[in-house]
Every structure is written in C-alpha cells, then in structure tokens.
C-alpha cells in the first residue's frame, strides 16, 4: 500500500510549497501576471494529481472498508479542529479546485486591469496557461459530482443495485405514473434514467432502509419511446425496450415533454457512441409501429393492451365474461384473448427463454409452423377497430341509444375510404363492431332529447330511430359535420367544406379526429 500511495500523494508537497512561494511574491510585488507565468510549468503537478484524483478515491474508499484501524485513523483525524469538520475526501478536492480559482483570479484581475499596464501580457499569457489546466480540473470536479449523486442513488436502491461506476451518468429522475393493464388503475413509480439504461422502481414506504426498490432495468439500447394519445389518461407515453414495455403517465404535458425529450436525447446519443445507425436515427422516430412486429415477436417485450380497452377476445372475437370466459394477455404480442385463444406456450427470448402463455397465432410464428386453415374473409363487423380509426375521417366515445333500449357507451368510428358508414365498438381496441349504421339517407335531428342529455342528437330513417350523446358541444358539432354530409351520399374528400372548417378549430378541441 505505501508505494501505491506515494503514486497517488507525491506531487501534494510540492503544491503546498507552490502555493507557499506563490503567495510570498504575491506580498511583494504589485504584479502577479509575471509570476504566475513563471510558475506555470508547476501547475503540472496539478495535471498529475487531477489525473490520479479518481484512483486515489477509489484507493481512501476501499482501504475504509477493508481496514478498521485505516478507518479509525481517519476519522480521528477529521474531528481535529484544524480539519474544520470536512472529510478526507473534502481535502483531498481542494487541489483540484485550485487551478479553476486561479483561472476565476486572473479573468477578474485582466478586467479591472489598464490594458497599458506593464503586467497586462504576462497576466493575458497566464490565463492561457491556467485555462488549459483548469479545464482538466474542471473534467474531474463534474466526475466527482456524478460520483457522489451515483452514490446517493446506490444508497437509495439498498445498495443491491451495482450502478456506481465512473462510466454512469444520471440524467433524470423523478415521479411517474404506470398504467395498469389489468385494470384502470395508475400506479406510483420511479424513474432512474442513466446515459445507458433506465431503472424503474416502486417506492417503499419506510422510515429507515433503502428508498425503492428495482422492479425493471431496461437497456438504452433497442429502446423506442412512442407518444400515446388517451382521452382517459391524459399525458401518457410508452417505453419499449428489450427487457419490457411500460406505458407511462405524466403529471402534467410539460413534465412528459420533458421526458421524452431526455429519452430520446439519451438514446441518440448512446448509438452515436456505438457508432451504429447514425443516419436512421431522425428516421427511426418518425413512425414506429405500436405493435410487434413478426420479425420481433418473442425478442421484444409488447406493449400489453389494457382490460378495458376491449370488450371481446381478440382472436375469436367472442365477448368476455366475468365467469366463463375471461381475460389473458399473450405475452408475445400483448393482445387480450380468452383462456381457449391462449392456451399454447413458447419460449420467448426477452424474458430469457422462459416458457410463457401465447396466443395461437405467435405460437405459430415463434416456432416457425404455417396455420393450414384458410383466413376467412372478414365480414364488414369483422373490421378490426384500431384499423379504422387509424385511418379515420372522426372517431370518439359517444353515448348510444337504438329506440327505447338503454344507453350505452360505444366507440364510434366513420372510416375514411367508408365514410358513409358509421361503424360503433365496444372499446377502441376491438376487433369486431358491434354495429355499423349505413348513414346515407338518414334523417338528421340535433334537437336535445332532455335537460340531462343537452348534446344530443338523432338519426331516424323510416322505422329506425338511433340517438346519441356527445360528452359537450363541440364534439356534438363536429360530428353532425360529418353525418350531414354523409347522409347526403358526400365525402369529405369531395367536399373541402369540412376540412376548412375543421381546421378552423382551436387545437385544444380536435382531440376527437384521429
């Protein structure tokens, strides 16, 4: 140890004997920019000791904790007054300190200083000097930083998790929100993202003892961050990594912003590092598909669709019930299916080749085998709801009301390439409508039922009466712009009125158009 010691310590008595010189000159001559360029060549010293400045803490930090009486010494050391109650570490920082203040003196000295004066060029030579110096000075200061906080964090996680290492860099922490996919609830979480993977943990509640608790480490590289549009969840995003999807909520579109924009800025700059898709990155962003892909299904964690965003299997298409016919994720693709639909198991290579629950149709892909059954045509309730409102003239929520049944919400939807045809889902993410109403010839009446439903309106055409409910009035209105075209037989595509009229809309009220 003493020789690894006097690698790290040598140069200290040198720089106190620096120092020493540097302020006796200082006391006897009006000028400093001479002198500091004389000594300049001994500030690489300091380089020297900057340069070892991580080995040496290290070096303080495991003799600590492997030798009591080490640990002993130092601590008696640091309750002597001439100490002032700082740590060894604390000390040990000073030297680093030392070239910045210099460089700090000398930007004040040449501002106050006559640019006449006979110490300007030797003052202006030192600062040249000292600015290269205390930019390595600087380099181990932030170090030293990142280090400390890496260690607040170890302290926080219990330290079980090994992040403290020089090459980490935290960049954000805070609050977040996880939506459940089983049921409606959002969870408290939190968020550690560092320059090279993000740590997702739960909270403890406890006086005393680590913090949180690790649920998820998900790797910066392969992650994707998708921003999610929900009328019910306000400000959410999606995290898709290697390791697991999660679906996130903001307090606020501000602090999502803020999220996505640290997440992405991260992930660019882990590939530059890796020197990989550089040119792809823009790109990659524009349009990623929420979906898992067939080339991708069993390597990437799917997003799971949420229990209440269907209200049928998405492979059969039969409804659920409380009872016989219940709700199971496909931990391929994340789709909710019944028990029949997912009663096959693969190896899925995200969660480490385990055998996890499929649904038929990954099962077949993930072990590469060809369904010999013939894919039946789809009938037109058939049409998958996620399909249409991608590509959809409007789309919302409305209440619904066929003659004297009672109301239920529905998910309605007017396709562009069918926007003659009102198509209405149980939630937006079925794969079978419910019902489609063929608008043309239709009868519209926007005259509210009752007090209790003020944005409602009907269609009736002979014997059919449906009636609906809009949640205010300005998603009343832009839908009967779009009935009162169609039950002419007109398209927004042949009619530009609608189009100009929408965009005339302030941007806060055209959350309903998908």
Request: a neutral charge; one cysteine or more.
């Amino acid at each position: 140890m003493p020789s690894t010691v006097n690698s790290y310590f040598q140069n200290l008595r040198k720089e106190c004997k620096n120092d020493s010189a540097l302020l006796l000159c200082r006391t006897t001559t009006p000028r400093i920019g001479d002198i500091l360029q004389k000594l300049a060549p001994f500030l690489k010293m300091y380089g020297e000791y900057v340069k070892n400045f991580d080995n040496a803490m290290e070096l303080v930090k495991t003799w600590t904790e492997r030798s009591p009486q080490f640990k002993f010494i130092i601590q008696d050391i640091q309750k002597e007054k001439v100490c002032g109650n700082l740590t060894l570490q604390h000390h040990m920082l000073e030297p680093v300190q030392r070239i910045p203040r210099y460089e700090m003196l000398l930007k004040d000295y040449l501002r106050k200083l006559p640019q006449d004066s006979l110490d300007w060029k030797d003052a202006e030579k030192s600062l040249e000097i000292i600015s290269t110096a205390a930019s390595h000075s600087n380099s181990a200061i932030r170090k030293m930083e990142n280090l400390k906080k890496l260690l607040e964090i170890y302290e926080m996680l219990g330290e079980e998790e090994d992040i403290v290492n020089p090459s980490n860099e935290l960049i954000k922490e805070g609050q977040i929100l996880k939506l459940a996919a089983r049921n409606t609830s959002a969870q408290e979480r939190y968020l550690f993202l560092f320059n090279n993977m993000l740590l997702y943990c739960v909270p403890k509640f406890s006086l005393v003892g680590s913090k949180f608790s690790v649920r998820t480490r998900v790797g910066i590289d392969g992650m994707k961050i998708i921003e999610t549009h929900n009328e019910e969840y306000p400000h959410t995003f999606q995290v898709s990594g290697k390791e697991r999807t999660l679906e996130l909520q903001a307090s606020s579109e501000q602090d999502k912003e803020e999220w996505i924009k640290a997440l992405q800025n991260t992930i660019e700059a882990f590939q530059q590092r890796n020197e990989t898709f550089r040119n792809a990155i823009a790109k990659e962003y524009e349009d990623i598909p929420v979906e898992v892909s067939n080339a991708e299904l069993g390597k990437r964690a799917p997003r799971w669709i949420r229990d209440n965003e269907v209200t049928m299997c998405m492979k059969c298409k039969e409804p659920f019930n409380a009872l016989t016919r219940r709700r199971h994720h496909c931990r391929a693709c994340g789709h909710v299916v019944c028990w029949k639909c997912s009663d096959y198991k693969a190896h899925l290579e995200y969660d480490g080749n385990k055998l996890n629950k499929v649904c038929k149709d990954c099962y077949h892909v993930i072990i590469g085998c060809t369904d010999s059954e013939e894919k039946k045509k789809k009938g037109i309730l058939e049409i998958e709801s996620a399909e249409v409102s991608g590509n959809s003239v409007i789309c919302s929520f409305l209440q619904y009301m066929e003659k004297s049944k009672p109301w239920q919400k529905a998910w309605c939807v007017i396709p562009k390439q069918e926007a003659l045809v009102l198509y209405m889902y149980g939630a937006p993410q079925d794969v079978k409508a419910l019902a489609t109403i063929p608008l043309l010839g239709y009868t519209v009446d926007d005259t509210p039922r009752s007090a209790d439903l003020p944005h409602s309106f009907k269609l009736t055409q002979s014997k059919s009466v449906h009636s609906f409910a809009a949640d205010n009035e300005e998603l009343k209105q832009k839908w009967l712009k779009v009935i009162h075209l169609a039950v002419k037989g007109e398209t927004p595509e042949c009619q530009n009125e609608l189009q100009v009229n929408l965009q005339e809309q302030p941007e806060s009220s055209k959350t309903s158009e998908c």
